[in-house]
């Protein structure tokens, strides 16, 4: 069908290093399943400071950017692409505020509500756009002719 409102969508999620290291990502994977997305890639990997630049670069001027950068290398962090109907937007709004401390107050049942601990050290990831998640996910996993997917720098 060319239904785009039926259609599955992919968005990349991340698990950032405080998520991992803080044991949510069992809660945040269930909660993922929960809401009916189906987790179709998953990578657990360190990143290096080049990748998160690269990953981040529309806020490389940014005055937090450093202090960014060094957060999101600081341990591993699990890369995963949802797949359901309306996926980008659902998870964006599954996860909340960027600000974990306004979302426990607006948006208590989300995911950074749950699980962050300040601005920064916000707990998860979500793509912002069809562009982004089109860009974010060839960015971390690339498919193969036969349609296998291959991960790279994998732990
Ligand atoms: P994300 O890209 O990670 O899903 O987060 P977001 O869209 O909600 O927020 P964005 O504006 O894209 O910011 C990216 C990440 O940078 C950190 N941040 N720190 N100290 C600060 O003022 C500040 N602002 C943002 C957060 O880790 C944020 O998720
Ligand atoms: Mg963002």
């Avoid at 069908?1 to 990349?12: I, P, Q």
């Avoid at 450093?66 to 998870?91: C, F, H, Q």
């Avoid at 960027?98 to 920064?120: E, F, M, W, Y």
Wanted: proline fraction near 5%; include cysteine; aromatic fraction near 8%.
């Amino acid at each position: 069908s060319a239904d785009s409102s039926t259609e599955t969508e992919r968005t990349l999620a991340i698990i950032k290093p405080d998520g991992v290291s803080g044991n949510h990502t069992n809660s945040v994977k269930e909660t993922i399943l929960n809401h009916g997305f189906k987790i179709t890639e998953e990578s657990f990997i360190q990143l290096d400071e080049d990748r998160v630049k690269s990953f981040y670069a529309e806020h490389s001027s940014r005055s937090f950017f450093p202090s960014l950068v060094e957060y999101m290398t600081s341990g591993p962090v699990l890369i995963m692409v949802l797949e359901k109907r309306n996926a980008i937007s659902d998870w964006r709004a599954l996860i909340g505020p960027t600000d974990p401390l306004k979302a426990k107050v607006t948006h208590p049942h989300s995911v950074r509500a749950i699980c962050g601990l300040n601005l920064q050290n916000n707990c998860v990831h979500g793509s912002d756009s069809p562009q982004s998640a089109a860009q974010e996910i060839s960015f971390f996993f690339k498919r193969t002719s036969s349609g296998h997917a291959s991960k790279h720098d994998e732990l």
